[in-house]
């Protein structure tokens, strides 16, 4: 109860069974309930939460377990309305052993919106006692809490039965009894406020505020005068409590990031509350990896723990030896290694700095307590749910009072609201650092661009608050040089998302060995996005369903420099050719993959210079919250726009916008230089599809082979090309199309006019035919088989690096 508090307070006296035996005029406004009404009925008319319990004492009981004597509960109005407050009870004694119960009540309302816990302010409340006294129509007292002494100095006895002057007798004592005389006979109940300044017998004199209401009974007439004393300074001082703890609701858990959590909390107790705060967190919790440490759990090695937040009333926090983010040092005799090891909070009102003691332990640690006047500690533990999060230590310095219980009752208050954004910031933290584990070991570690590209990435996940996204790029080679270029964007962030990327990422590469043109591959992947989504909706504990992607796939052919294109609710590429003109081509954008809206997807087919950029992105790169696309695009142009730059460096300045600010959403980068094979490096030849094209596809392969000094690869090629030609001899009719291209490995191609793929099964020992892919596949390196605008091509590759040693 605070001093301003008092004149809006409502009491009541009741006795060991919880009946009503005196009433005051501020109850009656509170509840509605006049004192003839009440008084001589029970108290659970007003206060349900006393029906509880079969006695005053019992329910006292029973609020000291859930946390103190004071708290918040609701009363019932005459009206039958439930309102809020704030009930305090105090305990008061008389002549031969007799008890009463003083209970306070504050209307508290709609909670306040600092959001300080009711419960919370009462326990540090009652930690700092309210000294109440109730006299009878003679001024004499009646009844008295234990508390009074220590405000006052009189006894118990010295004071029971006898009056005001008599047990203090002084000017000021009589101006205080004329004043109780003025209540009595105006038969008022309205509570008055005198403050003064009353004698202790415990050191220095202090302010006390005194609030006196006159107490009826059953006909309404004064039965005599509570006397309520709060020490003020005491009452500041609470005040200044609470007002932490207000902070604190809109200070603490600002961000998942457990080492800025961590400094919130030392900045928040520092300097209201303590003059130095240091805030060490378990070291897995700041990187979200390694198990939890449980409490109790802890042997004789104590958890390793590294300094997370830390405040000071000085400049530069001269007083922590170390710095945010390196490991502390605990001495294994200290408070801290009893707190670790036990979990309970520890409170040192004094230090002691007795050389040979714990702190000798640490010299730097020892330093500091002795340099800085470091004369009163609390340690608290962070732990939520068992586990141990790590601990904070409250100290004080310059200010001379040392740490009392009701100032750790509030540490350990601010320390576990702490707790449960740490606790909330740690789990994101482990399913952030698993995502983006997750995510980079999906993402190709080498780019394979052959000599069709040269190729370079980036990839910045968006900041800690929203976590790793589904972006991904891909560059998968394919046959005849040709390259596939992939960059996609999942829609959500977290380890579903990045699992679900995977899932597309091993599907996009399925289905490009399956050497589908772009628009039917993003097609063939729509409906696979759409099956997996409905497959998950099956299973929906499972939480990895793809509920919307973007994807743009290109491939680009070396021989013809071709580009052909599609995407799929994509931003389009930016090209940029050798003299540095930059284009956005205007590519249809088609609709996002899993919508099932039946679009269909339209390529675009470019013919490229050789040296050409092609950068693939995701839309974080291209979009933020100061500025639409059409800026990003231009700014990512401008950026690239120096082509006799290395791509290293290029991909550099594209990200540099995002990577100096944390950025909304995950951003990938896809960079890649055109290359061209040179007429010399390809040989292909028309052939009639006659008795003679076996033997004159076998004769002209060689030569070729020959001219390129390939001679040790002629007997493995000459077979390859004779099983190939011999089955579009079979399965087709007209002309066809042998080709042979020497880049990092030997590739040969035979195009026929059928549009079947070659059925891939074992022959039987009865089949005449069906060996002769069998063969290709034991003698290449790969094959297969690719639909072509007029037909098919069947193609086989072959080492290079055969040949030597040969």
Same mark, same amino acid.
């Given at each position: 109860?605070?001093?301003?508090?008092?004149?809006?307070?409502?009491?009541?006296?009741?006795?060991?069974?919880?009946?009503?035996?005196?009433?005051?005029?501020?109850?009656?406004?509170?509840?509605?309930?006049?004192?003839?009404?009440?008084?001589?009925?029970?108290?659970?008319?007003?206060?349900?939460?006393?029906?509880?319990?079969?006695?005053?004492?019992?329910?006292?009981?029973?609020?000291?377990?859930?946390?103190?004597?004071?708290?918040?509960?609701?009363?019932?109005?005459?009206?039958?309305?439930?309102?809020?407050?704030?009930?305090?009870?105090?305990?008061?004694?008389?002549?031969?052993?007799?008890?009463?119960?003083?209970?306070?009540?504050?209307?508290?309302?709609?909670?306040?919106?600092?959001?300080?816990?009711?419960?919370?302010?009462?326990?540090?409340?009652?930690?700092?006692?309210?000294?109440?006294?109730?006299?009878?129509?003679?001024?004499?007292?009646?009844?008295?809490?234990?508390?009074?002494?220590?405000?006052?100095?009189?006894?118990?006895?010295?004071?029971?039965?006898?009056?005001?002057?008599?047990?203090?007798?002084?000017?000021?004592?009589?101006?205080?009894?004329?004043?109780?005389?003025?209540?009595?006979?105006?038969?008022?109940?309205?509570?008055?406020?005198?403050?003064?300044?009353?004698?202790?017998?415990?050191?220095?004199?202090?302010?006390?505020?005194?609030? %006196?209401?006159?107490?009826?009974?059953?006909?309404?007439?004064?039965?005599?005068?509570?006397?309520?004393?709060?020490?003020?300074?005491?009452?500041?001082?609470?005040?200044?409590?609470?007002?932490?703890?207000?902070?604190?609701?809109?200070?603490?858990?600002?961000?998942?990031?457990?080492?800025?959590?961590?400094?919130?909390?030392?900045?928040?107790?520092?300097?209201?509350?303590?003059?130095?705060?240091?805030?060490?967190?378990?070291?897995?919790?700041? %990187?979200?990896?390694?198990?939890?440490?449980?409490?109790?759990?802890?042997?004789?090695?104590?958890?390793?723990?590294?300094?997370?937040?830390?405040?000071?009333?000085?400049?530069?926090?001269?007083?922590?030896?170390?710095?945010?983010?390196?490991?502390?040092?605990?001495?294994?005799?200290?408070?801290?290694?009893?707190?670790?090891?036990?979990?309970?909070?520890?409170?040192?009102?004094?230090?002691?700095?007795?050389?040979?003691?714990?702190?000798?332990?640490?010299?730097?640690?020892?330093?500091?307590?002795?340099?800085?006047?470091?004369?009163?500690?609390?340690?608290?533990?962070?732990?939520?749910?068992?586990?141990?999060?790590?601990?904070?230590?409250?100290?004080?310095?310059?200010?001379?009072?040392?740490?009392?219980?009701?100032?750790?009752?509030?540490?350990?208050?601010?320390?576990?609201?702490?707790?449960?954004?740490?606790?909330?910031?740690?789990?994101?933290?482990?399913?952030?650092?698993?995502?983006?584990?997750?995510?980079?070991?999906?993402?190709?570690?080498?780019?394979?661009?052959?000599?069709?590209?040269?190729?370079?990435?980036?990839?910045?996940?968006?900041?800690?608050?929203?976590?790793?996204?589904?972006?991904?790029?891909?560059?998968?080679?394919?046959?005849?040089?040709?390259?596939?270029?992939?960059?996609?964007?999942?829609?959500?962030?977290?380890?579903?998302?990045?699992?679900?990327?995977?899932?597309?990422?091993?599907?996009?590469?399925?289905?490009?060995?399956?050497?589908?043109?772009?628009?039917?591959?993003?097609?063939?992947?729509?409906?696979?996005?759409?099956?997996?989504?409905?497959?998950?909706?099956?299973?929906?504990?499972?939480?990895?369903?793809?509920?919307?992607?973007?994807?743009?796939?290109?491939?680009?052919?070396?021989?013809?420099?071709?580009?052909?294109?599609?995407?799929?609710?994509?931003?389009?590429?930016?090209?940029?050719?050798?003299?540095?003109?930059?284009?956005?081509?205007?590519?249809?954008?088609?609709?996002?993959?899993?919508?099932?809206?039946?679009? %269909? %997807?339209?390529?675009?087919?470019?013919?490229?210079?050789?040296?050409?950029?092609?950068?693939?992105?995701?839309?974080?790169?291209?979009?933020?919250?100061?500025?639409?696309?059409?800026?990003?695009?231009?700014?990512?142009?401008?950026?690239?726009?120096?082509?006799?730059?290395?791509?290293?460096?290029?991909?550099?300045?594209?990200?540099?916008?995002?990577?100096?600010?944390?950025?909304?959403?995950?951003?990938?980068?896809?960079?890649?230089?055109?290359?061209?094979?040179?007429?010399?490096?390809?040989?292909?030849?028309?052939?009639?599809?006659?008795?003679?094209?076996?033997?004159?596809?076998?004769?002209?392969?060689?030569?070729?082979?020959?001219?390129?000094?390939?001679?040790?690869?002629?007997?493995?090629?000459?077979?390859?090309?004779?099983?190939?030609?011999?089955?579009?001899?079979?399965?087709?009719?007209?002309?066809?199309?042998?080709?042979?291209?020497?880049?990092?490995?030997?590739?040969?191609?035979?195009?026929?006019?059928?549009?079947?793929?070659?059925?891939?099964?074992?022959?039987?020992?009865?089949?005449?035919?069906?060996?002769?892919?069998?063969?290709?596949?034991?003698?290449?390196?790969?094959?297969?088989?690719?639909?072509?605008?007029?037909?098919?091509?069947?193609?086989?590759?072959?080492?290079?690096?055969?040949?030597?040693?040969?």
């Amino acid at each position: 109860m605070h001093a301003s508090d008092m004149s809006d307070t409502a009491f009541a006296l009741l006795d060991e069974q919880g009946t009503v035996v005196a009433w005051t005029q501020a109850a009656e406004h509170l509840v509605g309930y006049s004192a003839d009404e009440v008084v001589g009925r029970s108290a659970a008319l007003v206060l349900p939460c006393l029906g509880e319990a079969p006695t005053m004492s019992a329910h006292v009981e029973q609020c000291r377990a859930r946390n103190g004597w004071s708290g918040a509960t609701a009363v019932r109005h005459r009206d039958g309305r439930m309102l809020d407050v704030g009930l305090r009870i105090s305990l008061v004694r008389g002549q031969d052993g007799a008890v009463r119960w003083l209970a306070s009540a504050t209307d508290i309302g709609v909670p306040s919106g600092d959001a300080v816990n009711v419960l919370v302010q009462g326990a540090i409340l009652d930690r700092a006692p309210i000294g109440v006294v109730v006299r009878d129509l003679e001024l004499r007292c009646t009844w008295v809490n234990d508390a009074m002494e220590s405000h006052d100095g009189i006894s118990r006895d010295r004071r029971l039965g006898f009056g005001i002057t008599d047990a203090w007798p002084s000017v000021e004592t009589e101006a205080t009894e004329a004043m109780m005389r003025r209540v009595l006979r105006s038969g008022s109940t309205k509570v008055h406020e005198y403050r003064t300044w009353l004698p202790t017998s415990r050191g220095e004199e202090r302010p006390y505020a005194v609030s %006196f209401s006159c107490l009826q009974g059953a006909d309404g007439r004064a039965l005599g005068v509570c006397t309520i004393c709060v020490d003020v300074a005491e009452s500041q001082r609470e005040r200044e409590r609470l007002a932490v703890l207000g902070e604190a609701g809109t200070r603490l858990g600002s961000t998942l990031d457990v080492m800025q959590t961590g400094q919130e909390l030392a900045e928040l107790a520092v300097p209201q509350f303590a003059d130095y705060v240091a805030v060490d967190l378990e070291q897995s919790v700041p %990187f979200g990896e390694g198990p939890p440490i449980h409490i109790g759990s802890i042997g004789e090695r104590l958890p390793v723990l590294r300094r997370a937040g830390v405040a000071s009333i000085h400049q530069g926090v001269p007083e922590s030896p170390w710095v945010r983010g390196e490991r502390t040092l605990v001495p294994p005799a200290s408070p801290v290694a009893e707190v670790l090891r036990t979990g309970k909070s520890r409170l040192e009102p004094k230090v002691d700095a007795t050389p040979g003691g714990w702190i000798d332990q640490s010299p730097a640690l020892a330093q500091s307590i002795r340099e800085h006047d470091i004369h009163s500690v609390m340690v608290v533990a962070i732990r939520a749910r068992c586990v141990l999060l790590g601990m904070a230590v409250f100290i004080r310095t310059r200010n001379p009072m040392p740490f009392q219980e009701a100032d750790l009752l509030l540490a350990e208050e601010l320390v576990s609201r702490a707790a449960v954004s740490l606790d909330k910031a740690r789990q994101y933290c482990r399913e952030h650092t698993a995502a983006l584990a997750l995510q980079r070991n999906l993402l190709p570690h080498r780019l394979r661009g052959g000599a069709a590209v040269e190729a370079a990435s980036r990839y910045q996940p968006a900041d800690i608050d929203r976590g790793v996204g589904g972006d991904w790029f891909d560059v998968i080679p394919l046959s005849g040089a040709r390259v596939a270029l992939v960059v996609g964007d999942v829609v959500g962030h977290g380890i579903n998302a990045a699992a679900a990327m995977g899932r597309l990422r091993t599907a996009i590469r399925t289905l490009a060995d399956m050497e589908l043109p772009p628009d039917e591959l993003l097609a063939r992947l729509d409906d696979t996005v759409q099956r997996l989504a409905e497959a998950d909706a099956d299973a929906p504990d499972q939480g990895t369903a793809v509920v919307g992607a973007t994807c743009l796939y290109a491939v680009y052919d070396p021989v013809t420099r071709r580009c052909t294109m599609a995407a799929a609710g994509h931003p389009p590429p930016a090209i940029i050719d050798p003299q540095g003109k930059v284009t956005f081509p205007d590519l249809p954008t088609g609709v996002p993959l899993g919508i099932g809206l039946g679009v %269909f %997807f339209e390529a675009m087919e470019l013919e490229l210079p050789e040296g050409s950029l092609i950068a693939l992105y995701t839309d974080g790169l291209i979009e933020t919250r100061d500025h639409d696309i059409e800026h990003g695009m231009h700014r990512l142009g401008t950026a690239l726009a120096q082509p006799e730059l290395s791509l290293e460096e290029l991909c550099t300045r594209a990200m540099a916008p995002v990577e100096d600010q944390a950025a909304c959403d995950d951003t990938s980068l896809l960079l890649v230089r055109t290359r061209t094979l040179s007429p010399a490096q390809v040989a292909s030849w028309t052939l009639a599809s006659d008795g003679t094209v076996l033997h004159r596809a076998q004769n002209l392969a060689a030569g070729q082979l020959a001219a390129w000094g390939l001679e040790a690869l002629e007997g493995s090629m000459k077979l390859i090309v004779s099983e190939l030609v011999t089955n579009a001899v079979r399965h087709s009719d007209g002309p066809i199309r042998l080709r042979l291209i020497q880049h990092e490995v030997l590739t040969v191609e035979v195009s026929d006019a059928d549009i079947c793929p070659p059925p891939m099964r074992s022959a039987r020992p009865v089949d005449e035919h069906g060996r002769g892919l069998a063969m290709v596949a034991q003698l290449s390196r790969r094959w297969g088989t690719r639909p072509a605008q007029d037909g098919k091509v069947l193609w086989a590759e072959a080492d290079l690096a055969h040949t030597s040693g040969r």
